[in-house]
């Protein structure tokens, strides 16, 4: 038990150095010398750096400690405790590591795609290991757990907006600045969603038949996936039904779909979007 758990410390620990790494590379030696606002505590610490020349990893770290304080009892105490580890480790990357790599003085659309790139796969390794690097993650949880009716959604895109505006008013006053940091932050959170839902994300179809059995065969057969058919009946006629739901790639939900309305025109077909699938035939969960 004490092996497993001193496992589980150590990948911690490596998922906080990775995933440090990736975000002070991208917030120091992309986004620090592109003059746009970054969403965030990074952002709030950017601007900070700019009024007083205090280090973005100070300032980030003084910014999270009377936050941490305040949200502890909707954070729980696990959470908290890796989270503080997190942050020291972010911290320290960001002003001792980072200044010693160059800094990037080419166009600011590469640096902001870069920056988006590198801070979205950064959080969501340390994410992945049920930790954050605090900030406004900590306020959103706190904000959540107060109003639960509060899409955590609109909660992080509206601190995340009011970062980027007051970054631009404040300190770059330019309006191409502001374009940039939205660009940023929106592939940030789309490279993080990758990453922490699943590259392999596809289809998912539901098929409404009365030939369940030789529908399921041939699915198996033209698109080598496997199936599961569930019994149910109709709503209003009462016939007996065959469900049979099946999750593949894009590709092969155009063959079953074609495949499907071959064997029985008068099937009932649904087809959604499927943000990953783990498990046999798919990605094995870590």
């Known amino acids: 038990m004490k092996v497993l758990k001193w496992k589980e410390t150590v990948k911690d620990i490596l998922a906080d150095i990775l995933g440090s790494a990736a975000i002070a590379v991208g917030v120091y030696n992309f986004a620090l010398n592109a003059n746009f606002p970054v969403a965030g505590f990074s952002g709030i610490a950017i601007i900070i750096y700019h009024l007083t020349g205090l280090p973005v990893g100070i300032g980030t770290l003084v910014l999270n400690i009377p936050v941490a304080v305040f949200c502890y009892k909707f954070l729980g105490k696990v959470f908290f405790f890796k989270s503080l580890k997190s942050i020291i480790i972010s911290s320290v990357f960001m002003d001792y590591i ?9 166009s600011r659309l590469l640096a902001a795609l870069c920056m988006g790139v590198l801070c979205g796969f950064g959080y969501a390794v340390i994410f992945m290991r049920g930790s954050s690097t605090g900030g406004q993650d900590f306020i959103s949880v706190a904000v959540k757990k107060i109003k639960p009716h509060m899409s955590l959604g609109i909660i992080t895109a509206v601190q995340d907006v009011s970062t980027i505006l007051l970054g631009s008013l404040l300190i770059f006053k330019d309006v191409d ?4 940091g939205i ?5 940030m959170t789309l490279f993080m969603d990758k990453i922490l839902y699943g590259m392999d ?3 998912m179809t539901l098929i409404v038949t ?15 996936r496997g199936s599961t058919i569930l019994r149910g009946a109709g709503g209003y006629s009462k016939r007996k039904k065959d469900v049979i739901m099946c999750a593949c790639n894009n590709k092969q939900m155009y063959t079953i779909k074609k495949m499907v309305h071959t064997l029985d025109p008068q099937a009932f077909t649904i ?7 783990v498990g046999e035939g798919f990605k094995e969960e870590i």
């Open 183 to 187: 660009i940023v932050t929106y592939i």
């Open 210 to 224: 009365e030939h369940g059995d030789k529908i399921a065969e041939q699915i198996d057969e033209y698109a080598g």
């Open 98 to 106: 980072a200044p010693m790599l160059p800094v990037y003085e080419g």
């Open 201 to 203: 994300e596809g289809k």
């Open 177 to 180: 600045g502001f374009i940039y």
């Open 271 to 277: 087809i959604m979007e499927s943000n990953e699938v």
